[in-house]
């Protein structure tokens, strides 16, 4: 992987600024930067900040490149990315991220740059990039099953969705049998998020249209038939680039008291014991559904690690549960906490990221759907692939009761029906975890790039 390919490239990275897709962005650039690439990664000024001092030992072939971030009305100028918001600022900073086309439309033009890798919200850059020579590659963050459950361009841009019922059912384009589609509650909760003017869906449709192709990041061993649909319904190449299945880093926390203190705790608990549970950085419960989430919590009974973030926890429940719970406030070395013998499960959000993390381990799932962006099809294709069981909620509002919470985490932990379920997610770490694997992927996805360039050539599946 770390040979220096015939010809050397350089390609732009512009993610749509949220965690969620920068860290795979950048992943891809590492990969990238290995084959002998050059990499210019382009965000905004705090996105840049955070990751070199997230990431100091980048290599010199990946340059990071701030783009001044532009001025909204009602947008904080401290905020740079969802993390920073809450839902129904987002659409302020889509419109901040369109205002930046003229920036990165000069960096284009004097940097000689052979592709641009984007993102679903840049829907302006593959005709930009078109005008100036650049190829464009649109990098879908998102798996195969959303992407097929979104459609093709023309429906996107002025076709199917034109009520909130209409993606509560699974399209007529789809051929096999799946329920991954979403709840009304996750619809309404993905529409607060939306710029009035410029869709999310009429971003994706112009985006997948404008581009030469997609990149998704998933495999074949895990998504065979929504894989082999998208170029039909595209009418261009879609090309897997493997699960980008991140490293556990051995020195993420060390010099963390509290990573320190967390680890001694864990060393004191049985083998597959505990259940680890994260909602990400921006799924936000009212202080009704968190209580209900805490009482299910306290309700399994199990020893549990609980990752919190600006959420209100209920008086008292520390004190109840301190013999056996472990609330850690704030960002927390997520990779190596799944990595310890004692997490035998993961309560998550069914975010992309964290899903892969937990089957590289070979973790059970309890689904907890965040609602927003594909949370809520990855809890229905998660659930259908028996890796977890879905936590039961109103498919109107979302609301669910701590009782059915503890009744899902002690089916996915320790009772006799979950056994399948624990014994299908043993089996994906042989999938997930396999960095062999899901690296002759990228390999793939480099020779095309190369060849593209080398021959120039149009792109082939």
Known sequence: MGRESKQSLHVAMFPWLAHGHITPFLQLSKFLSLRGHAVSFLSTPSNVARLALAHPDLPPSIRLVSLPM???PNLPDSAESTSDLDIDSVPHLKKAYDLLEPALTRFLSASRVDFVIHDFASHWLPRAAAQLGVR???????????LALLGPPSELI????????????VPAWIPYETTACL??????????????????????????????FVIVRSCREFELEPLSLLPEIYQKPAIPIGLLTPAVRQDEGDGDE??????????????KSVLYIALGTEVILSQELTNELAAGIEKS????????????????FEDRVSDRGFIWAGWAPQTRILAHEAIGGFLTHCGWNSTIEALSRGLPLVLF????SDQGPMARLLHEKRVGFEVPRDEADGSFTGDVVAETIQRVMVEPEGEPIRATARAMKEVFGDMELQNKYLEE????????????QKMVN
Request: glycine share 10%; charged share 25%.
């Open 445 to 456: 996805f480099a020779v095309i790039l190369e060849k593209g360039v080398a021959k120039d």
């Open 158 to 169: 002025g076709g199917r969705f034109q009520k909130p019922e209409d993606l509560t059912c």
């Open 369 to 372: 759907s965040g609602g927003s």
């Open 70 to 72: 532009p001025h909204v």
């Open 258 to 271: 509290k990573w320190k203190a967390l680890k001694s705790w864990l060393d004191t608990k049985r083998e």
């Open 301 to 316: 009974g199990l020893p549990f690690v609980w990752v919190v973030r600006n959420r209100l926890i209920p008086a008292g």
């Open 183 to 212: 709840r009304l509650y996750e619809v309404l909760l993905n529409q607060r998020g939306m710029d009035e003017e410029v869709s999310d869906f009429c971003r994706f449709g112009h985006t997948i249209d404008g581009c030469d």
């Open 136 to 146: 464009s590659v649109f990098f879908s963050t998102f798996n195969a099953t959303t």
